[in-house]
């Protein structure tokens, strides 16, 4: 799948507190595989630091999303977890979206890392500003 010259591609990141960058590293190498490139980072901005340490060491641009703004994307996923916890089926996803601008949209569900403690997902959106 070829995307469109003016389209960027955002992974968007939740995770448990006690995740480690390694799993987030691991997820973004999965989606890497799967989509060829990625353009952004993105976390919920309570969370931003670990992914943008991942951000550092691979020299991607983080994108920071509000917490209040996550209930008001619309996901693939519905977990009962992430939906009490956070008010959205998927932390991943919702990130992903908001990210990558209005219009955007998810390539596929989350996918949740081997040790259960991280999931990520790739939107598409139109290609925008960096906003480390």
Not at 46 to 57: C, F, M, N
Not at 70 to 92: E, N
């Amino acid at each position: 799948m070829k995307a469109a010259p003016n389209a960027m591609r955002v992974v968007g990141f939740g995770f448990r507190r006690a995740a480690r960058l390694a799993s987030l590293a691991d997820l973004l190498a999965q989606l890497e595989a799967r989509y060829v490139s990625v353009d952004r980072l993105a976390a919920a901005a309570s969370k931003r630091a670990l992914v943008e340490a991942l951000g550092r060491e691979r020299g991607m641009a983080v994108i920071a999303v509000a917490d209040e703004a996550l209930p008001s994307a619309v996901t693939l996923t519905h977990s009962h977890h992430s939906r009490k916890a956070r008010g959205t089926g998927s932390v991943a996803e919702a990130v992903a979206l908001l990210a990558a601008g209005p219009g955007a949209s998810l390539l596929a569900p989350r996918l949740v890392s081997a040790d259960r403690m991280a999931t990520a997902a790739v939107a598409r959106g139109a290609l925008r500003g960096e906003s480390a």
